[in-house]
Structures are given as C-alpha cells and as structure tokens.
DNA sequence: ATCTAACTCCCCAGAAATAGCGAGGGGGCA
DNA sequence: TGCCCCCTCGCTATTTCTGGGGAGTTAGAT
C-alpha cells in the first residue's frame, strides 16, 4: 500500500479537527481514528493509554487478536516504544529506539508477522496526575517514505495526537477527584517542605515555627485530604495540584 | 490595544514554526516570544517551566519587576493558574478557574496594576519526569473579544506552545536531575501502595511478602529517586510519573 | 559461563512519626 | 456577641520508619 499524502500534498484535517473537539463518546473516536487511518494512507493507528496499574484503555485500527497477544505477552514492558516515548517529550521514529534487547527484537518480529508494519512513528502524550499516553501510526514502507512521510505530517499529528487525548480524559470515567477542601496557606508550606524531602524538623525550622506546630498543621492538611498517613497526605496534595513539586 | 488577529484571518505561522524548531538556544526562544506577541498583538506571553523548588526558567515579555514580585510573593503557591493548569489537560481561559479566595483576588489585582492584563490563556505542557512547564498569553481586552481571539487560534497556540517546551526541555538538559533510574516492578508497586496510604505492614500483606522484603524495595526505590526519606520518595515518583495513583 | 539485577528473607538499635490530652490569641462572618 | 477557622505552643506514650549488617535463588544479558 502507498502512504497517502506525502510532502507538498499533505490532507486538510480542519474538519477532522473540528469533529474529533466535537466527539461525544468514545465511539467516535473509533471512528475518527479509522477514517484517520484511511486519509493518511497507513496501516494503523492507534490511540493507547499506558499505565503501569494494568488499567488500560485504547482505539484504533490493530486487530484484536494483536492487541490480546500484546497483553498476554507481557510486551508493554519491554516495548522500546513505550519505554522511548516516556524519556521523550517530541514525537519519536521507530527506528531511532533502542531494538536491541532479545525481548525487544522479538516484540518487533512478533509484530511485523501480525501486520503491524515495520515502520512505527508515536507521539507521547502526557496529561494530569502522571496521565500517560501514545498515539501511534504504523505502516510497511522503506525508511526513506517513511520519512518522508512523519516530517510531513509531524504538526498535524501531533494536533490530532492532543485532541485524542483530551478526548479521552475527557470520557474515561475514573478520574473524578474528589472536591479538594482547601488547604491554609500554613498548611500548604508545611506539606511542600515535606514533599521535597524535609523531615518534620526541618520543615518547622524552615518555617521558624515550632514542631508541634507544625505537626499540627500537617495532621490537619491530612485530615482535610482523608489521608492515612503523611505520606498519603501528601501524595493526595501533589496528584490533586494542592502542592506542586 | 487591539488584537491583530481574530477569527478568520489569523496570522500564518508556518514560517515562525519553522524557525522555533530550528532554534538552537534559549537567546532564540525570547526571540520568537516577542515576535509571537508582536504576530497576535497580544500585551503579553510567556513560557515558563514550574517548579516549586525554586528553581525556575522562563522565557517572556513580563517585565522583570512582575517577575521579581511573583516570586517574592510566593505567588507561584496561590495562583489559580497553576493550579487549574496543574490538573488539566487543555488550555484553559483564566476566566475559568477559581478566583474566589482572598489570595487569588490579590494576585489578580496585582497582576493588573502590572499592567498584565484582564485576560488570560494558558496552556499546561508536561515533559517527561514530571515536568510541568505553562504557556500563556494575557491581554487587556473584553471577554468577548479575547474568547473569539482564543477559538480561533487555539491550534495554532498548541502547536507553538509544544515547540517551545520541546526546545526548552532540549536546552536545559539539567532540568532532569537524575536520568531517572527506573524502577523495578516490584518497586513500583511497593511505592504506589505506599503512596495510596498504605502502612509498610500493609503493603507487605498486600503483596504477599515479608515487611523486611518490602522494605528493601522501598529503600531502594528511594535510592534510585535520590529521595531523603519515605515521602520523598513518593512525591518524587508522582511528580516524575514514576508511578500513578 | 559469568555476571548483574531483581526478588526474597532475617536481626537490631536509634530516629522519627502518630495519637491523644491540653492551651491561648487573632480575624472574619452572621 | 458568638462561632469557627487559622496560627502558635507543650507534654507523653506508642507505633512506625530508618539505616546498618548479611544471604540465598532465579532470570536475563554479555
């Protein structure tokens, strides 16, 4: 098959962009993501949320049965994509990610024998409380189309790539945080100089205040945030934005 | 002063886009910035990376004296804008966020007296390892106006925003401190127990194993994220998107 | 074949955090 | 005025975490 669009030629995505900001559910992002694959002219696209819980949700064009064996495999975690992609903040050529684990080769044989392609080009998407994601097109062509191909493309997808992940968060249910009770401003010092490694007693040096006080502060940004222990106060406070380190 | 740009006839940026990727140091990024803002006619925009420790870079057309008092004012800790940036994923119109404490107001009103502006957009960029990086542009203007400037160059405005954070996070390779030393699987899962709360005892039931067992995996994984204590370790796993809970 | 890294288990002593009891002054809001 | 929240401080006892030590197996990489 010949990729679509090539330099100079490259689609108009305006209306794709319009209705994928208007999409109302994740079926029309399967359906966006197919007709995607098929103005572009590559084998596959795919839109997969990694997280390494287990959890996982995705669309696009692989087959079932690759997807499956994927899980099965175990291959999300000797994936040189996802492994790649999570170092990187640009978007990523296949063939510039480290194949040469035994793992890692067999993961690329395994996938070209299941028509994935052999050239790969994924975009890392990156969303609130450690939301990580790709948004990948795969096809079967020589190096140099290829290039051709993302260098052309490479600001549209990664437009499309941010619209497929706002989409998402936007319909995964499950990351719903609870309504945050606000912190004092006290109570916010105390819990980011605990986050950034200071013990108790640093911390209320730090703040030229005693440590009971600071104690107390500290169990009532627990309380406040429904935390178990110190720790859980303030892995609550940095995933819920109350802290930022 | 008027917006250049608004519906219909935005500004081509193709040209600009080009020479943001090819930049090749942080001197050509404030470069660009002021272009860019002289491109839109917008009062201001900046590109700032966020980070409570201290440590900041940024790059914009605020006046050093704003900076200087933002940061002397701990502004960083109340402003409604990190904060609503921190736990979304697109941009956001500072009209939306939560301005009703006392200290958000304060900021407000400061920020105008700075000649910052009314109006505000802001888009939250995240790198790998946690890091969180905003891009906004704020303007003198009504509601009306600056929402008809911002639909209508909301792509536009992602794109750049992704560049420059990409250039950023080329230039200043020192922003990752340590080049992050994964951590095992059984690491991760002892951290993220830990991190819902979970006692160590607990944890180690939970995984089925020794407290003794659980507790070199916490030790390590603390070691690894050069971490000084327990809840170090965690709030640096969840900020590098180590681990998620 | 060797080596590294991950995974599992054990003991001990000192440091730190937690849980409970207190107390008082200041500011905003009804 | 009364109420509630924020800020500040003290004491004691118990539980938990931290920082040393050592030791064995398994699997993957060189």
Redesign the pocket.
């Known amino acids: 098959m010949a990729l679509g669009f090539l330099s100079g030629n490259a689609p108009r995505l305006d209306g794709l962009i319009e209705r994928l900001e208007s999409a109302e559910g994740l079926e029309d992002l399967q359906i966006l993501i197919e007709e995607l694959r098929d103005r572009y002219g590559v084998d596959h696209i795919v839109y997969h949320w990694v997280n390494s819980n287990g959890e996982q949700y995705g669309c696009g064009t692989y087959d079932l049965e690759w997807v499956n064996r994927y899980l099965e495999k175990g291959y999300l975690r000797v994936d040189p994509v996802v492994a790649g992609c999570y170092q990187r903040f640009h978007p990523v050529d296949w063939k510039r990610l480290d194949w ?4 890692a080769r067999a993961l690329m044989q395994d996938a070209i024998a299941y028509g994935i392609g052999n050239q790969g080009y994924s975009i890392p998407l990156r969303g609130p409380n450690g939301q990580f994601a790709l948004f990948t097109l795969t096809h079967n062509c020589s190096d140099g189309e290829w290039e051709d191909f993302t260098i052309s493309n490479r600001r549209d997808l990664i437009l499309v790539a941010h619209y497929f992940n706002q989409k998402a968060l936007e319909f995964e249910p499950g990351r719903t945080p609870e309504p945050a009770q ?1 912190l ?4 916010i010092e105390a819990m980011t100089l605990l986050a950034v490694g200071y ?3 640093q911390a209320a040096d730090t ?1 030229s ?2 440590e ?2 600071l ?6 940004a ?1 309380h406040k945030l429904g935390a178990m ?3 859980h106060a303030v892995a609550r406070a940095l995933s819920r934005g109350v802290i930022v380190v």
Request: hydrophobic share 20%; aromatic share 4%; charged share 25%.
């Open positions: 040469s684990s035994k793992a606000p004092s401003p006290r109570e013990s108790r007693a703040l205040i005693s009971h006080t104690r107390v502060y500290v169990e009532s627990r222990n110190t720790t």
